[in-house]
């Protein structure tokens, strides 16, 4: 190897090292790649503590909350956040004119804390001065119309959040 060859390899060696430092940056600031104190910091950015939690859901509890800090506060902007924090829960929209909406959040098996989070969000989300109610059924509304054989009415226990903005 010649002293240009030489001298050459110094300079790739170092300019790969800052590549390879400058990748890193970029791959581990990504949520979506980003791990434990990476994620903490992501978390503080947004304004989003760990509390415990693990990277998976704590990947997904960041993503919520940039949907929220994003939140205007239109109905639509609501129940986007609502999507985040109860997913695979069909959502029933309902306004209320001049300045409210129910939500009612239909699944058999999220825990009643998820809609405590949801509801408290949900809060956040909204507008200063809308009445926002969160209609949480724990249990589906199991009906049989009369005539089926063994016919029962499970009742839904029932969560009920109002955030109607009045401080």
Known sequence: MNDLEKLLTTYTEETQELETAAQEVLVDRWIDTAVGIQLDGLGQIVGRARDGT???TYRKLI???IALNLSTGTVQDVVSVLE?????????LKQEY??????SALNDALPTSSATIAAEAMGQARAAGVRALLHY???????YLD???GATFDGPSLFTATLDGRG
């Open 54 to 56: 693990g990277d998976v």
């Open 84 to 92: 985040f924090f109860l997913p695979g829960v069909t959502l029933i």
């Open 147 to 149: 005539g089926y054989n």
């Open 98 to 103: 001049p300045a409210a909406f129910t939500v």
């Open 63 to 65: 993503r919520a909350q």
């Open 137 to 143: 059924f724990s249990t589906l509304p199991i009906f």
